[in-house]
Structure formats: C-alpha cells, structure tokens
C-alpha cells in the first residue's frame, strides 16, 4: 500500500467518526467536519477508493461514503493513539484543548516503534495503582 499522508489519515479517522456517531458518512458531511470544500474531499475519496490504497468505498456521483476493514482499521489504530496521547499529555497537566490539538498533531509523525512504547506505557500507568498515583502526585506537585 502507498503511504497515507497526515491529511489522508485524518480524512479515515473523520468519515469513522461520522459513521460511529450517525452511521452514514457524505462527502458533503465529511467536507462540513474538516472544513474543506467538498470537491477537496470528492478528490481525497477517489484516491483512496482506489486498489492501492483499497480504504474506503466510494463511487463518483454517489453520497455516501464507507471505510473498508482495512480503512477502519487504520482509523481505529489513529483513534487510539490519539485518545492515548492526549490522556498522558492532560496527565501531565496540559490543558485538555492543548493535549487534544497537540495529540492531533502528533499522532501522524510518530515513528511506529516509539507508537508502541508509548501505547504500552500507558497501559501499564492505568493498571499499575502506584503508577497512576505517581503521575498525579506529579501532576499536584507541579500544578497543585
């Protein structure tokens, strides 16, 4: 598969928040979340209807837009790291708007390896109680 770029990632991870909250997605819906205009999106969808890519169903003149497995996929591992790095960043004491623009920002540049580093020390932070407190003792001690 031909790498995605940031924008391409966040056009899958905006059409599974579209299905997940309404159902259907639109290349008009989709343009109104992004704040784009709609041939912007028409283009983006053709090519990633396309078999190189294969992530959503979309076809010329026709509404609705779907994610495939593999388009749901990508968006689900996306919708994870994001919810994962803006819980560390607002753990650490950045205001929610800031943690949620910069996980945003962050979740299409980071390196696989360091994806799985982070994704694997939250885990352990919210399962290990001394962990979780450590990190609030942190927060209090640096934010009160």
């Known amino acids: 598969m031909a790498d995605l770029s940031k924008a ?3 056009y899958l991870e905006t059409i599974h928040r579209i299905e ?3 159902g259907t997605a639109s290349v008009s819906d989709i343009a109104e979340v992004m704040g784009v205009k709609a041939p912007s999106v028409t283009y983006v969808m053709q090519k990633l209807s ?3 890519y294969g992530l959503v169903n979309y076809e010329k003149y026709n509404r ?7 388009g749901r996929s990508i968006a ?3 919708e994870n790291i994001h919810s994962t790095l ?13 943690a949620d623009t910069d996980a945003c920002e962050i979740e299409h ?15 352990w932070v919210r399962d290990e109680p001394e962990a979780g407190e450590m990190l609030l003792s942190f ?3 640096k934010y009160g």
């Open 20 to 22: 997940r909250e309404g």
């Open 76 to 78: 689900m591992r996306l």
């Open 109 to 123: 540049f980071m390196h696989p390896e360091t994806v799985a580093k982070l994704l694997e020390f939250v885990e």
């Open 139 to 141: 927060r209090e001690a």
């Open 8 to 10: 391409m990632e966040q």
């Open 86 to 98: 803006r819980w560390f960043f607002e753990m650490i004491g950045l205001d929610p708007q800031i």
């Open 50 to 52: 396309q078999p190189e």
């Open 64 to 70: 609705a837009v779907s994610l495939t497995e593999k």
